[in-house]
């Protein structure tokens, strides 16, 4: 961005406010329910899935839910549920279950139905796992939510404050070069300060996971408005004052839901996915 055009940039901050009170609220119910674990835990998620699955079908059908969409906010509910349980083999047989039907309902939106499906109980599954573990658990789904949130807070402030080039105005129009960047930096050094407060691994390795994390995180953001901008939608949902839905404020999370899962997992396999995440 040229002189002048920097100096003709003002931030719009009309809603911060909307956000940051939304993010606190988010936040907190977020970390009791991760900290008591449990019962709990497998509900929480249950209802944000259940949530984000219905936000997708409505995006993905462009019209009203249905109350075919409903059975399938149900089957997604009973994702998380039968993962923390049984284990993820049960959760998938869920999944499954819930694409037979919405075979059986018409072969129209098909093919979205069963990504949604299946990408979602992924990342729960993921989640699930991450979660395991006693403490481990715990220190993992907070060095995940700290990157991943944090590289979003910086890059919601970087980018308004400095401006600067569009990153995919086809995609996101929004979001430019100086805010991923701001917020690659930020999410870095905000998983590597929990890494090295929390771990005795060593600190590139957390560099290298934070990063990684980081910018998964970002990938999934723009993954997100891609699809939103292919059946013409600008929130995911309306729920959330500040952020739309549940998928615009979790987008982030579940691409580093997933990078974070496949660390652990082929680090120490399926029985210690924390650990294999965190200590090296």
Not at 11 to 22: A, E, K, V
Not at 176 to 182: F, I, K, L, P, V
Not at 223 to 244: M, N, T, Y
Request: glycine share 14%.
């Amino acid at each position: 961005m040229s002189d002048a055009g920097r100096s003709r940039y003002t931030p719009n901050w009309s809603d911060l406010g909307p956000r940051l009170g939304s993010a606190a609220v988010l936040l907190a119910v977020t970390s009791f329910a991760v900290w008591v674990n449990g019962p709990l835990f497998a509900i929480a998620i249950s209802v944000v899935f259940a949530g984000i699955y219905r936000e997708w079908e409505v995006m993905v059908r462009t019209r009203p839910l249905s109350s075919f969409g409903y059975v399938l906010m149900g089957i997604m509910a009973l994702v998380p549920l039968a993962a923390v349980a049984w284990g993820s083999g049960p959760a998938w047989v869920v999944v499954g279950t819930g694409i037979v039907i919405a075979a059986f309902f018409g072969l129209e939106h098909l093919l979205w139905r069963a990504f949604g499906l299946i990408f979602l109980s992924a990342v729960v599954i993921a989640i699930v796992a991450l979660r395991s573990d006693g403490s481990p658990g715990f220190a993992a789904c907070f060095f995940l939510g700290a990157t991943v949130w944090m590289t979003d807070t910086g890059a919601f402030f970087v980018g308004r404050l400095m401006g600067g080039a569009k990153l995919s105005p086809g995609i996101s129009p929004g979001k430019t070069w100086t805010g991923a960047a701001g917020g690659l930096v930020i999410g870095t050094l905000a998983g590597l300060l929990f890494w090295v407060t929390m771990t005795p691994s060593p600190w590139w390795i957390g560099v290298l996971i934070a990063g990684a994390t980081s910018i998964s995180g970002q990938v999934g953001d723009l993954a997100e408005s891609a699809v939103k901008r292919r059946f013409r939608v600008k929130d995911s949902g309306d729920l959330i004052p500040g952020h739309g839905g549940f998928m615009d404020r979790l987008d982030s999370l579940t691409f580093g839901a997933l990078l974070t899962f496949i660390v652990g997992y082929l680090h120490a396999g399926p029985e210690l996915v924390p650990a294999g995440l965190l200590y090296w």
